[in-house]
């Protein structure tokens, strides 16, 4: 059965439009659906381009993601010697999404949307890396300095203590220009380390302070810089500052909150799509955590100067 993310449903009830290949990532492919003006369109609106992309049934449920049912795998583009094939047009609209000739409608959706949720408290302990990696101090408080920011897969081509730790700090400070700056396009890969940083922050913002000036700030940051990362980076960036997550990003932010020790398990299943190829993963959670992190850490400096 084809599922789809609730955030694409605009773009999927809309006409139906050639798509183009932009990438194939780990089994994930990235469609781009070019916009269609008022003038070409049958219900005479205007209609926006949009990033997709194409899930295997088992890939992690990315929040601009269509779930192709397993009949459609030799449907499925390919890579062919670097470059990526399509076996036939594909076009998205009308309810359903056409491979090759083949039309596939969408019969089931998914929300990816974060819920508003209370801020931790600030007792809560939550470290981003493998066990042995994480300090035995007995603090209670939230900690995780720039130079703990590890766990980090190093085929993700960042070494987090040199390249993600300016922004991280920034981002600590509330110095969001400057974070988003040190942060987007940090890394190797179709989706930097520091692009999961801020899906992270922008993450923590839509629970924690939806409503929050910081929110809109960081944002606009990020929208301002758009074009110093891929397409199909900067499509996940939007759906986050949009409000949207994978599932397992949203169980570590409802972990956070309710606090107990279910927050070690949701960050080890994070923190798994690290590496977790064979799933289509196209996420670093490890860098998506330390968005949460050092965005939280952030919202308890600006309550205690508003306290002050």
């Known amino acids: 059965m084809t599922a789809a993310s609730v955030a694409l449903w605009t773009l999927l009830a809309g006409p139906s439009r050639p798509a183009r290949i932009l990438a194939i990532d780990a089994g994930t492919v990235y469609l781009q659906v070019d916009s269609l003006a008022a003038a070409d369109s049958r219900d005479g609106r205007d209609h926006p381009g949009a990033v997709v992309a194409l899930l295997e049934p088992d890939a992690v449920q990315l929040p601009i993601g269509i779930v192709l049912p397993p009949s459609a ?3 499925m583009p390919v890579s062919v010697a670097g470059s990526p094939v399509s076996r036939g047009e594909i076009t998205i609209g009308w309810g359903a999404i056409s491979l090759a000739d083949v039309r596939w ?11 508003a949720l209370p801020l931790p408290a600030r007792s809560i302990t939550s470290e981003v890396g493998p066990p042995e990696r994480r300090s035995s101090s007995q603090d209670s408080s939230l900690s995780l300095e720039p130079d703990q920011a590890l766990g980090l897969d190093p085929a993700l081509g960042v070494d987090p203590d040199l390249e993600l730790a300016p922004g991280l700090a920034a981002l600590i400070a509330g110095e969001v220009d400057a974070a988003v700056r040190q942060l987007i396009g940090v890394g190797t890969g179709l989706v930097p380390a520091g692009d999961h940083v801020l899906g992270g922050a922008l993450a923590a913002l839509a629970a924690w302070a939806p409503d929050a000036p910081a929110r809109q700030l960081l944002a606009t940051a990020v929208a301002g810089a758009l074009e110093r990362t891929s397409p199909a980076s900067a499509a996940l960036l939007q759906s986050a500052a949009a409000g949207f997550a994978v599932p397992e990003l949203t169980r570590y932010l409802t972990a956070l909150s309710a ?11 994070l923190t798994a799509l690290s590496a977790d190829a064979g799933r289509g993963a196209t996420t670093s959670g490890s860098a998506m955590a330390l968005g949460v992190v050092h965005q939280l850490r952030a919202l308890f400096a600006a309550g ?5």
């Open 73 to 75: 795998a030799d449907l």
């Open 105 to 115: 409608p969408v019969l089931r959706w998914w929300n990816p949307g974060i819920p």
């Open 259 to 269: 606090g107990g020790p279910e927050v070690d398990s949701a960050l080890v299943e």
């Open 304 to 308: 205690a100067r508003s306290a002050a």
